[in-house]
């Protein structure tokens, strides 16, 4: 079954993507375009910064006159991993026959740089360098490791056994080696491992890597770590936590992982804890966009409702990481809610993160940009800022292209699920399912325009059991939502639905349709989120939309209000808002008078935040301040 | 004269440490506790981490069985005269012999260090180190160079030439010798070398400073540096800049030192720009209180009204070069207005950065603390951290005790000037006046309760010219301001007023009095500052009060919102502002409904900005969320 997840317990099953296929609209084109781009982008980038040719040169060893010299920083192996996972992912989709032989020779390359008893690292442990384990802290090598491992699961699923599987196999077994009981009891600076340790364990069927994820996941908070506990959650453990912290990508692989170990060990105690910790995380610490990683330093999460839009860091792989962790919660406790995540997150988030035509990518997505930034040179030269206005074809650190790659190739994975009695849909998109529901087959189809539409129908084409349920997530936001049923029933669903569904003896042809509406409505901020008070953003469907400079009468994005009594309108395919542009004087920024000047009336388009940068430099901003 | 500037053109003279006594109030009291604890706390922690000793461990060199080690961080040789030049101001305010014994004792120390050429620094070129000048970037050389030769000027006006007077003057000469016309033609990557060389050229009359000054100043901007030429002023000509930018101490040291060059060359051309850069900075990159570094990362400037009060870093050691470019700009200008960020600054940003018992600090001063952070250890370990929300005994970068400690001591430096008309009072503060104009003495005492109360109070104690002016500064938010002559007759003052004197046959026993309101005001912020729309402050006098969460009921500043349309209040000594106190749902925080729950009325009071966390950890803000 081809998914990344599979748990052996839990509330539902994920569908594979043998089992659901996307057959058109967004995801569709985001996955084709990463197909047909983002993958070989980044083997050209890995190539010719010869992250991948440090393999090479382990293989080959130090000889006179040929002392070793390694390209890239220390965790640019998981880069080469991660593109492996995609290509695993992308094979299996396409059985694309130019990327299996590209998998292929990738495999012998990482392969021969594996040492005898297993250890697989080009930056530690070889000729010249630092010892194995030396630094766990910012070594990276068991993150790397695990890369390595989850794009194992990826060719185990797509694939089966292979060389590839085997040199990983290799390496779980050295990990468990070296970290079980007696060994090495410590972590690794950067959770992964975990996750993938957790995923082999169930993709192999061998209980002893989940025992050592466990044993990781247990020593988190252990202070075996020094200084910064913080940054990679050693300061307190993954039970004891209430809030996600530190550095963002880490904290979400860690939640991941503990999801994991909990749902194989039914270990419900830590299954409700990382449950509260991610609840609390989206209440307090989450961007309008999902974006986590709420604040600029560190990456990292800031304190609770510290959510400045213009310091957001919300980088692409702490969104990856989210909907990795909203996915296991959907799964373990059967909750549609997570899934409002993943939708807000991918649409939002991740669509957004890579260019349309998937060479360029943004590492941080913050809300606000209040200049506009020159573009990076086309040359693509590093180091590219992470941080800025436009998407860069490479970076230094440059972890969210390859990661972007395996999550759009694995994305049909993320759509539905079934139970005993059914199937559910999390995510609107149009698609075939094509599964088993306790035994007998159970074929549909859906078809939307979503998000453009509101509308989204499931068509049965094969019902082979009984009666069977079809369940539809309801996003929060959602409103005049009904559900009709293949008699043509309309049937209003309550505003708090999580989600709504049909038992019925379905028959090919049936139809079931949920439609609400997506008109573009004003979202205001909790009063406590200190940074946007004051301000309104307009969110159409699960889309959340930005003004960008380009589009405003004199450029500046500071001069502008707008009027949330007036209702944004759709017209000519963008949203529009009513707005204001001022001119304010130059002088100490504080005093006595709250009011503004008038400004000029305007009605300004405004664009999904996805689409910023597209057209060049400009200064963006998801929040606007209210007239 | 004892004053840290003594420009030779200008609109107005500073009045030294000798003409200038303050004699009472708050200033009094941060003088004394600075002579009577900080100079000797910093004393005791640049002995305790052997930052000292590094002068004694390059004057006895390597040998066997003697490896040279370094303590702390490549720039720690400033702090030590830093230190140095507090305790020259020192000694020439009160004379104290234990005191002038200590620096005698240093200066010996730091001498014997010095090597034959004049080249000085215990981090580079001594056995086992970097050579000279390799690294220009992020070395410091010229920066400890630059501070040296401060301290050198501090001892020159307050006790003459000696030891350490020749020290600097070795070091001078051979930096002119290195860095001049066909010698390394580029800066140091931390300005303050420039600042520090125009005034030693003033005060040693030595023409070779200034000029190296000014070649060091037209350098900046010509990318002699590598990468980051934001972060240290290397991007853009001064001539060129608009705007302050990059590292905030860099910036305004470097400013600094351009307003003396242009002064000193009559360039005013340059003196313009820089003019223009701070006038913007102030309506564009400042808090409320007068920080500047207005973001975290990078100690640095933001963007244009990227004012986060939560991120805000505002180092201490930007107060201080602020105060010090504002008072170049009022003497080179002789516009008042200058006078009101010194205020700002001195009352909200420095005297705040000291505890009370002068024994420990903040290094970074936001607006908003979001939690209470435990305090540092008692016995101050180290590191502590620079942005925590508790006072520090000391830091791994402790440029800021020290940097207090030489402000604080030459403090009344900056409270008055003459013109060739009279005596201008920019600062506030109980004092005795003793100069000359017009070759004439005159000398006043000022009496005033201030900023408790808005009346202040110049008494003629001789006037041996004939008609003199006597000056005052108006603050900018001063309201119902009047003049009362020495008649008794009172004249109300415009409000658009900068400054407002008298000019008159004054006599011994005359009085002159100014008065304006200092109740307790709200204030607003521009519009444009996006993280505190929607929030307004109370300041009180030149006094930015905050709100703590110890003062709360229920302890959750988050839950905080206050109303404007009343007034504040004195009662017991403190202001209070009417306030409700929420209890807000946990939940998804982005939403169709603005509006808020109705909370419980309170009223909360408010205390200084200056004194926070002086009751213990506490959660602060200075921006209050409106109603």
Same mark, same amino acid.
């Given at each position: 079954m081809r998914t990344p997840v599979m748990p052996s317990t839990g509330e539902l099953r994920p569908l594979g993507t043998d089992e659901v296929r996307i057959t058109g609209g967004h995801w569709f084109e985001r996955q084709a375009v990463n197909a047909a781009a983002t993958i070989r982008h980044c083997l050209h980038w890995l190539e010719a910064l010869d992250w991948i040719g440090n393999f090479d040169r382990v293989a080959a060893g130090e000889a006179p006159g040929r002392p070793f010299q390694r390209a890239g920083r220390e965790f640019s192996d998981s880069e080469v991993y991660k593109l492996a996972e995609a290509m695993a992912w992308e094979i299996g989709r396409t059985g694309d026959p130019g990327l299996e032989e590209e998998f292929q020779k990738l495999t012998a390359r990482i392969g021969a740089a594996q040492h005898e008893d297993g250890y697989l690292n080009t930056a530690f442990g070889n000729p010249g360098q630092e010892p194995r384990y030396s630094n766990l802290e910012w070594g990276h090598e068991l993150y790397c490791a695990g890369h390595l491992i989850q794009a194992a699961v990826a060719r185990l699923r797509n694939h089966g056994e292979d060389e590839f599987t085997r040199i990983a196999r290799r390496v779980a077994d050295h990990v468990c080696d070296t970290f079980g009981p007696?060994?090495?009891?410590?972590?690794? !600076?950067?959770?992964?491992?975990?996750?993938?340790?957790?995923?082999?364990?169930?993709?192999?069927?061998e209980p002893r890597y989940l025992e050592q994820a466990r044993l990781f996941i247990e020593r988190h908070g252990q202070k075996t770590l020094k200084e910064n506990g913080l940054y990679y959650q050693d300061d307190v453990t993954v039970r004891d936590a209430e809030v996600l912290r530190g550095h963002a990508v880490r904290a979400l692989?860690?939640?991941?992982?503990?999801?994991?170990?909990? %749902?194989?060990?039914?270990?419900?105690?830590?299954?409700?804890?990382?449950?509260?910790?991610?609840?609390?995380?989206?209440? +307090?610490?989450? #961007?309008?966009?999902?974006?986590? $990683?709420?604040? /600029?330093?560190?990456?990292?999460?800031?304190?609770?409702?510290?959510?400045?839009?213009?310091?957001?860091?919300?980088?692409?792989?702490?969104?990856?990481?989210? %909907?990795?962790?909203?996915w296991r919660l959907t799964l373990a406790t059967g909750d549609s809610r997570y899934g409002d995540m993943i939708e807000r997150i991918s649409w939002?988030?991740?669509?957004?993160?890579?260019?349309?035509?998937?060479?360029?990518?943004?590492?941080?997505?913050?809300? =606000?940009?209040?200049?506009?930034?020159?573009?990076?040179?086309?040359?693509?030269?590093?180091?590219?800022?992470?941080? !800025?206005?436009?998407?860069?074809?490479?970076?230094? @650190?440059?972890?969210?292209?390859?990661?972007?790659? +395996? &999550?759009?190739?694995?994305?049909?994975? /993320?759509?539905?699920?079934?139970?005993? #009695? $059914?199937?559910?849909? =999390?995510?609107? &998109?149009?698609?075939?399912?094509?599964?088993? %529901?306790?035994?007998?087959?159970?074929?549909?189809?859906?078809?939307?325009?979503?998000?453009?539409?509101? +509308?989204?129908? @499931?068509? %049965?084409?094969?019902?082979?059991?009984?009666?069977?349920?079809? &369940?539809?997530?309801?996003?929060?936001?959602?409103?005049?939502?009904?559900?009709?049923?293949?008699?043509?029933?309309? =049937?209003?669903?309550?505003?708090?639905?999580?989600?709504? !569904?049909?038992? $019925?003896?379905?028959?090919?042809?049936?139809?079931? #349709?949920?439609?609400?509406?997506?008109?573009?409505?004003?979202?205001?901020?909790?009063?406590?989120?200190?940074?946007?008070?004051?301000?309104?953003?307009?969110? +159409? $469907?699960?889309? @959340?939309?930005?003004?960008?400079?380009l589009d405003l009468p004199g450029g500046d994005l500071d001069e502008l209000t707008v009027d949330t009594t007036v209702a944004p309108v759709e017209r000519d395919g963008a949203v529009h808002v009513a707005a204001r542009i001022h001119d304010r004087p130059e002088a100490w920024p504080y005093g006595p008078a709250a009011a503004d000047d008038d400004g000029k009336a305007a009605e300004i388009p405004l664009l999904p935040f996805r689409l910023r940068a597209t057209r060049g430099p400009a200064a963006m901003r998801v929040w606007l301040p209210v007239d």
């Amino acid at each position: 079954m081809r998914t990344p997840v599979m748990p052996s317990t839990g509330e539902l099953r994920p569908l594979g993507t043998d089992e659901v296929r996307i057959t058109g609209g967004h995801w569709f084109e985001r996955q084709a375009v990463n197909a047909a781009a983002t993958i070989r982008h980044c083997l050209h980038w890995l190539e010719a910064l010869d992250w991948i040719g440090n393999f090479d040169r382990v293989a080959a060893g130090e000889a006179p006159g040929r002392p070793f010299q390694r390209a890239g920083r220390e965790f640019s192996d998981s880069e080469v991993y991660k593109l492996a996972e995609a290509m695993a992912w992308e094979i299996g989709r396409t059985g694309d026959p130019g990327l299996e032989e590209e998998f292929q020779k990738l495999t012998a390359r990482i392969g021969a740089a594996q040492h005898e008893d297993g250890y697989l690292n080009t930056a530690f442990g070889n000729p010249g360098q630092e010892p194995r384990y030396s630094n766990l802290e910012w070594g990276h090598e068991l993150y790397c490791a695990g890369h390595l491992i989850q794009a194992a699961v990826a060719r185990l699923r797509n694939h089966g056994e292979d060389e590839f599987t085997r040199i990983a196999r290799r390496v779980a077994d050295h990990v468990c080696d070296t970290f079980g009981p007696g060994g090495i009891e410590r972590i690794c !600076g950067h959770a992964e491992i975990e996750v993938a340790l957790a995923e082999f364990s169930r993709a192999t069927g061998e209980p002893r890597y989940l025992e050592q994820a466990r044993l990781f996941i247990e020593r988190h908070g252990q202070k075996t770590l020094k200084e910064n506990g913080l940054y990679y959650q050693d300061d307190v453990t993954v039970r004891d936590a209430e809030v996600l912290r530190g550095h963002a990508v880490r904290a979400l692989y860690l939640s991941s992982g503990a999801i994991d170990v909990a %749902v194989e060990t039914e270990d419900d105690e830590l299954l409700e804890a990382v449950r509260a910790q991610w609840d609390r995380t989206v209440t +307090r610490r989450t #961007h309008l966009t999902g974006g986590m $990683g709420s604040q /600029y330093a560190d990456e990292a999460f800031g304190r609770d409702f510290a959510l400045n839009p213009d310091r957001a860091y919300a980088e692409s792989c702490a969104g990856i990481a989210a %909907v990795m962790t909203a996915w296991r919660l959907t799964l373990a406790t059967g909750d549609s809610r997570y899934g409002d995540m993943i939708e807000r997150i991918s649409w939002n988030v991740l669509s957004g993160a890579v260019a349309p035509d998937g060479k360029s990518f943004f590492y941080a997505n913050p809300l =606000h940009q209040r200049t506009a930034d020159p573009e990076p040179p086309a040359d693509g030269a590093l180091p590219h800022t992470r941080a !800025g206005g436009n998407r860069a074809q490479w970076f230094d @650190v440059s972890c969210c292209p390859t990661n972007l790659a +395996r &999550t759009f190739a694995q994305f049909a994975a /993320y759509v539905a699920t079934t139970s005993e #009695h $059914g199937v559910q849909i =999390h995510q609107f &998109t149009p698609c075939t399912i094509d599964t088993n %529901v306790d035994g007998a087959r159970l074929a549909l189809t859906v078809e939307t325009n979503y998000p453009e539409e509101g +509308r989204v129908t @499931v068509r %049965v084409d094969a019902n082979e059991g009984g009666t069977r349920e079809i &369940t539809f997530r309801v996003p929060a936001w959602a409103e005049d939502v009904r559900l009709i049923h293949p008699d043509g029933s309309v =049937h209003e669903v309550d505003p708090a639905a999580v989600s709504v !569904g049909r038992i $019925g003896e379905f028959s090919p042809g049936d139809e079931l #349709h949920l439609e609400f509406s997506v008109a573009p409505r004003w979202t205001f901020p909790d009063p406590r989120v200190d940074a946007v008070r004051g301000c309104a953003a307009v969110e +159409r $469907g699960p889309v @959340v939309l930005c003004a960008e400079s380009l589009d405003l009468p004199g450029g500046d994005l500071d001069e502008l209000t707008v009027d949330t009594t007036v209702a944004p309108v759709e017209r000519d395919g963008a949203v529009h808002v009513a707005a204001r542009i001022h001119d304010r004087p130059e002088a100490w920024p504080y005093g006595p008078a709250a009011a503004d000047d008038d400004g000029k009336a305007a009605e300004i388009p405004l664009l999904p935040f996805r689409l910023r940068a597209t057209r060049g430099p400009a200064a963006m901003r998801v929040w606007l301040p209210v007239d």
